[in-house]
């Protein structure tokens, strides 16, 4: 082979090499480009898409007269759910897209095996929760009854831990409509009878809430929160006061 074919060889080697390199230059900025867009259409999406947040709230309530007593949140002449209580969680949509169909429902963990009998002889109280088994067709739920006698008679009232579901509608993007959970009276009498023991984590409440919605196209989601009691300070005797704070963690947010 003469220095003329050597010298032809050797471009075309160099040539070969070179037009692969292209090649493979080309595939790794034609996929790094994919993965670019998939991802900002991926972060496109998700800046579409409704998300909603239950907002932290403080509370202070009295129950010298009696521990069965309501936390006060909302008018006399406000109609609420038949089960709940008078306080409520904020709800709002921190998302930027109608949170259309929102649906809420309430689960109950650690007051299953609560069976409870106190005495308060400086006001002369006493109260006792007898939980029952009760059926609705096939499905089993508790019932507590909770009795009080104080200086002005008996008193009872009647709660289920049914898990109880209620109907929303659409909320928009923003802070300025208010949307209200109200909480079930079951939750609001078991925190005043039990807030010492609450206070000294020798017993939790947990209240559960699943927030079921769709987005403007039908997209659905889900999310899930735990309802975390902070209760600050508990004062018996002459006052009997409760205070602290509803700390809402987010356990679920999800695509479905």
Not at 122 to 151: A, H, S
Request: proline letters at 2%.
């Amino acid at each position: 082979m003469d220095v003329f074919e050597q010298a032809q060889l050797v471009a075309t080697i160099i040539s070969s090499i070179a037009t692969a390199a292209a090649a493979i230059f080309s595939y790794f900025a034609v996929k790094t480009a994919s993965e670019s867009f998939e991802v900002s259409k991926e972060q496109i999406e998700k800046g579409k898409r409704p998300v909603l947040e239950i907002f932290n709230k403080d509370y202070k309530v009295n129950f010298t007269e009696s521990f069965l007593t309501d936390w006060r949140n909302c008018s006399e002449e406000e109609v609420i759910p038949r089960y709940s209580s008078a306080f409520y969680l904020s709800l709002g949509n921190i998302g930027n897209v109608t949170a259309r169909n929102v649906s809420v429902s309430f689960y109950y963990k650690g007051i299953e095996s609560i069976n409870f009998t106190q005495t308060d002889l400086f006001k002369m109280k006493k109260v006792q929760i007898t939980p029952k088994k009760r059926y609705q067709g096939d499905y089993e739920y508790n019932q507590y009854i909770i009795d009080e006698e104080n200086i002005n008679g008996l008193k009872r009232e009647i709660c289920d831990d049914i898990n109880y579901l209620e109907y929303l509608g659409s909320i928009q993007p923003g802070t300025d409509q208010v949307n209200r959970i109200y909480l079930p009276k079951i939750v609001i009498y078991l925190t005043n009878i039990l807030s010492e023991e609450i206070q000294n984590e020798e017993q939790e409440i947990q209240l559960l809430l699943k927030l079921r919605y769709s987005g403007p196209y039908g997209e659905k989601y889900f999310q899930q929160f735990k309802i975390i009691n902070k209760i600050r300070n508990v004062t018996k005797g002459s006052t009997n006061e409760m205070v602290g704070k509803l700390v809402a963690e987010e356990l679920s947010n999800k695509k479905l």
